[in-house]
């Protein structure tokens, strides 16, 4: 087992689990497609990694107004990694407060209600499962607009 994976975590295909989510956001009327899908095996508990992936994609979804998934394998890297990118085309999250991101109950605007409330707590869950596979998420705004959020895991 990887360093890291938390114990017990088994072998899974990112590619295949991003598919799944995928899909079944798709069937409750989310916009959600997938540009790419590189065969890649992580180390993780499907179920929480299923559950993460299916919290950072739905915020494409509702909160950026449609969610682009791609599954690659970063070889560029130092060691090898699997990479799923979400890119989205809503307003993106103000550079200043990036970096607070990830704080449970984090809004970009408190005051706003959300067309699509939540608990806040869906990002800070996904990085805790995401962490404890030996990976890490990083979020960014994409010089054309809206979000991209990348999970990257260490691959199996
Ligand atoms: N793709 C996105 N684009 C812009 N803002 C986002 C995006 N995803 C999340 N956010 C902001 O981050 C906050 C926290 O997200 P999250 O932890 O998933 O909680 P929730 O979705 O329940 O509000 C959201 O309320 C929203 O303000
Ligand atoms: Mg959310």
């Not at 067309?115 to 800070?124: D, E, K, N, T, Y």
């Not at 996904?126 to 890490?136: L, P, S």
């Amino acid at each position: 087992m990887r360093e890291g994976a938390g114990g017990g975590g088994e072998p899974i295909r990112l590619d295949a689990l991003a598919a799944e989510v995928v899909a079944e956001l798709a069937g409750l009327g989310l916009v959600v497609v997938m540009s790419a899908r590189d065969p890649v095996a992580v180390s993780a508990h499907p179920r929480a990694l299923k559950r993460a992936l299916r919290n950072l994609i739905a915020n494409a979804a509702t909160h950026g107004g449609g969610a682009c998934g791609a599954v690659v394998a970063d070889t560029s890297a130092a060691a090898p990694t699997a990479l799923l990118r979400i890119d989205d085309n809503g307003p993106g999250i103000p550079p200043e407060q990036l970096a607070r991101a990830f704080e449970p109950f984090f809004r970009v605007d408190p005051a706003r209600r959300r067309s699509a409330p939540g608990a806040g707590l869906g990002r800070a869950i996904a990085r805790e499962i995401v962490t404890r596979a030996g990976g890490e998420i990083r979020l960014t705004n994409r010089p054309e607009g809206g979000l991209r959020q990348e999970v990257m895991l260490p691959l199996a």
